[in-house]
């Protein structure tokens, strides 16, 4: 079993910042990708950012040059540093990761961007 535990989310004003975490434990032999993705009321869940276990890095469009991610190998952790948030930015974010092309999904954690 693969578990998924997110922290970090909560209530930010305009051009505040925010630092969400993720950390896997469960019967995880490797991780190939770690990652957020988002969903605000009535939209798509759309791509935050991806890192993979090599390193290599992919970010939504809107949140190039605001967002950072980051992964440690050692204890099967993600973060992801939000800086400048916009109301925009209101959504349940989840954790997912890969492992050997299964996707597992976290249970979201609330991001409310508002003054």
């Known amino acids: 079993q693969v578990q998924l535990v997110e922290s970090g989310g909560g209530l930010v004003q305009p051009g505040g910042s925010l630092r969400l975490s993720c950390s896997a434990s469960?019967?995880?032999?490797?991780?190939?990708?770690m990652g957020w993705y988002r969903q605000a009321p009535g939209k798509e869940r759309e791509l935050v950012a991806l890192?993979?276990?090599?390193?290599?890095?992919n970010y939504g469009d809107s949140m190039k040059g605001r967002f950072s991610i980051s992964r440690d190998n050692v204890d099967n952790t993600v973060h992801l540093q939000m800086n400048s948030l916009q109301p925009e930015d209101t959504a349940v974010y989840y954790c997912?990761?890969?492992?050997?092309?299964?996707?597992?999904w976290g249970q979201g954690t609330q991001v409310t961007v508002s003054s």
């Open positions: 997912a990761i890969e492992i050997y092309y299964t996707n597992y």
């Open positions: 469960g019967n995880i032999p490797r991780i190939n990708r």
């Open positions: 890192i993979s276990d090599g390193g290599n890095i």
